[in-house]
């Protein structure tokens, strides 16, 4: 069967030229038809940036940046190390003020790129717990998990090495919950999935909607930890969301 994205489209917008022609009724003139065109850029300088950096260098920026400026941890880890490195920061976590462990529970992303790497059952210990968002649970469910989880493990669509932000589409196998409600956000991403900036973030996206790809109802950017600097520019981790965040990064992905 073929696809038509364009009779595709057309389902998803109701009563769309009945629309375009009452507002264009209003404002006294004809329903423009014509695309337009975008307008060529006197400078690029958005699209220089980092734009000769390797994927080990990009790799780089983004821990120096989420190290320092933003109060985030990055590590590094492989394929095969993926579940014993999550497990370890998870229980890092899951400690009191001595060190020592305590009862905590971690609440995991079921995106299928994550599913396919880490396993619940080998993140969990006697004393960590480890829910996965379960869709078909309905919402009340996980929020209250993901409320009282001290941990949020979620699967990042892209990194921007410039900012250091983690770019989550929402998904029903990922609720926006798992990144904003846990005291530590946890984020796993592939090398390969790291990019300067938002330019080519949005990129990503522009290409999506071109393609007449169905776009993700919502689109985090998040830069470590929530903190704010609005009091006399003194900053302050952990107002408004996550106090703590690591970013994974999987070297060989």
């Given amino acids: 069967m073929s696809y038509d994205k364009t009779a595709n489209r057309a389902q998803r917008l109701h009563n769309r030229e009945s629309f375009l022609d009452n507002i264009a ?26 734009v000769t950096f390797s994927q080990d260098e990009l ?33 890092t976590y899951c400690q009191d003020e001595q060190g020592q462990a305590i009862p905590g529970e971690t609440i995991l992303s079921a ?57 989550l589409y929402s998904r029903p196998d990922q609720g926006r919950a798992v990144s904003l409600l846990p005291e530590a956000s946890v984020f796993v991403v592939p090398k390969s999935a790291l990019v300067a900036r938002l330019t080519q973030a949005t990129d990503k996206l522009h290409e999506k909607a071109k393609q007449g790809e169905r776009l993700p109802s919502c689109v985090n950017f998040i830069s470590g930890p929530s903190s704010t600097a609005d009091i006399e520019l003194i900053k302050v981790v952990g107002v408004h969301g996550p106090i703590y965040a690591t970013y994974v990064i999987i070297d060989d992905m």
């Fill in 25 to 50: 009724s209003k404002l006294g003139r004809t329903k423009a038809v014509s695309q337009v065109e975008r307008p060529a850029l006197k400078y690029t300088c958005h699209q220089e940036v980092m």
């Fill in 111 to 167: 995106y299928e790129p994550l599913m396919e790497l880490v396993s619940a059952q080998a993140l969990e210990t006697e004393q960590h717990h480890v829910y996965v968002w379960d869709q078909g649970a309905g919402y009340e469910a996980n929020i209250v998990v993901a409320e009282r989880a001290k941990v949020g493990v979620v699967f990042a669509e892209q990194a921007l090495a410039e900012s250091g932000t983690m770019v």
């Fill in 59 to 91: 790799k780089d920026a983004l821990i120096t940046y989420a190290n320092t400026a933003l109060g985030a941890n990055a590590v590094v880890t492989t394929q095969a190390e993926l579940e014993a490195t999550l497990k370890q920061v998870c229980l």
